[in-house]
């Protein structure tokens, strides 16, 4: 059985090149969806749409740490192949988190 999953619009609240993207349900009536969508279009300025919209994230919210006995080595996986294009989204996704300091090797 497949969890229920709501159908959905694609709905670009930016202007232009700049691409500001939600996800707005379907199976409301359509006065309710244009009141949300011109809603989330008034407030769009307190919204996070990239990582750079986010300095100064306080760490102590949440960090992720792999803790390793000292003198241990990690245990290497076997590379998982993905396809080309997914593999280079992912590539971009975390260089983006790298150069907004969300990723770091300690």
Known sequence: MKPHQEETE???????????????GTNMT???RQGLITLLGEYQDIFAWSYQDMPGLDSDIVQH????NPGSSPVKQKLRRMRPGMSLKIKEEVRKQ???G????A
């Open 10 to 24: 694609l709905v670009n609240l930016g202007t232009g090149e700049e691409k500001k993207e939600v996800k707005v």
């Open 30 to 32: 359509a006065p309710i």
């Open 65 to 68: 740490k792999l803790p390793l």
């Open 98 to 100: 790298f150069d907004a």
């Open 102 to 105: 969300f990723l770091a090797v």
